[in-house]
C-alpha cells in the first residue's frame, strides 16, 4: 500500500533563517505530488505541484520553491522566512486525488 | 483564477439529521470531484469521490454531481458527533487540485 511521510510534525524558525520541509512516498510509482498551505481557520493554497522528476508548478509567487530530486521525493525550501510564512504545511500525493501527509505546523518568529 | 467555493458555516445539525454541504465550481473543464474531512489539527482525508453527473453513496455518505450547474454536494446520513470537522471539497483543474475554503459542521448530541 501507499504511503506518504512528511517531517517535522512542528517546527519554530526565526525570522530570516532558512527552511527545508522534506516529503516521501512509498508504494507507488510517477505520482503527481503537492505542496499545500493552510494558514490558521483558512483553506488550503496550493503552492506548488509537480507531475514528474524535475518538473515543478508554481502557483503562488513568494519566498519558497521546489525541487523534485527523485520520483517521490519532494522538497519545500526558502532561503529566508518571512513572518507571514507561518502555516500548515501539507504535501500530498495522487494520480487524480490526493492523499495528504501528517503535516508541518510551521511558526515563524 | 479557477476557483471552488463554500459557505463556510458553521452548519449545525442534530445528532441523526442529514447535513447537507454544498460546493461550487468555475472550471467548466473539471472531471474529477472530491469531498475531504478534516479534524482540528490534523491533515485533510479523503472520504468521497465523484466523476460522473449524479449520485455515489459509500455508507452514511452521498456525493452528487451536476457538471451542468457547476455543483457539487456531499449529504451525510444518521450524522454523528464524531462527524463534527471542517468538510473541504476539491476540483481538478489541469493537474491541480484546487480546494474549497471548507465548511465547519458541528454535530449536536
Known amino acids: 500500500s501507499q504511503t506518504i511521510h512528511q517531517w517535522p510534525a512542528t517546527l519554530v524558525q526565526p525570522v530570516g533563517s532558512p527552511l527545508s520541509l522534506e516529503c516521501t512516498v512509498e508504494g507507488t510509482s510517477n505520482p503527481n505530488l503537492y505542496w499545500y498551505r493552510q494558514a490558521a481557520g483558512r483553506g488550503l493554497q496550493l503552492l506548488f505541484y509537480s507531475v514528474g522528476i524535475g518538473q515543478i508548478s508554481s502557483e503562488v509567487p513568494q519566498n519558497l520553491s521546489a525541487s523534485r530530486p527523485q520520483d517521490r521525493q519532494f522538497i519545500l525550501s526558502s532561503k529566508k522566512l518571512l513572518l507571514s510564512d507561518s502555516g500548515f504545511y501539507l504535501c500530498?500525493?495522487?494520480?487524480?486525488?490526493?492523499?495528504f501527509g501528517q503535516g508541518t505546523r510551521l511558526t515563524v518568529v | 483564477q479557477k476557483e471552488v467555493e463554500q459557505n463556510s458555516g458553521p452548519l449545525s445539525v442534530p445528532e441523526g439529521a442529514i447535513a447537507s454541504l454544498n460546493c461550487t465550481y468555475s472550471?467548466?473543464?473539471?472531471?474529477?470531484f472530491f469531498w475531504y474531512r478534516q479534524y482540528s489539527g490534523k491533515s485533510p482525508e479523503l472520504i468521497m469521490s465523484i466523476y460522473s453527473n449524479g449520485d455515489k453513496e459509500d455508507g452514511r455518505f452521498t456525493a452528487q454531481l451536476n457538471k451542468a450547474s457547476q455543483y457539487v454536494s456531499l449529504l451525510i446520513r444518521d450524522s454523528q458527533p464524531s462527524d463534527s470537522a471542517t468538510y473541504l471539497c476539491?476540483?481538478?483543474?489541469?493537474?491541480?487540485?484546487?480546494f474549497g475554503s471548507g465548511t465547519r459542521l458541528l454535530v449536536r448530541p
Open positions: 472550471d467548466r473543464g473539471s472531471q474529477s
Open positions: 500530498a500525493w495522487g494520480k487524480g486525488e490526493a492523499f
Open positions: 476539491a476540483v481538478d483543474s489541469s493537474y491541480k487540485l484546487i
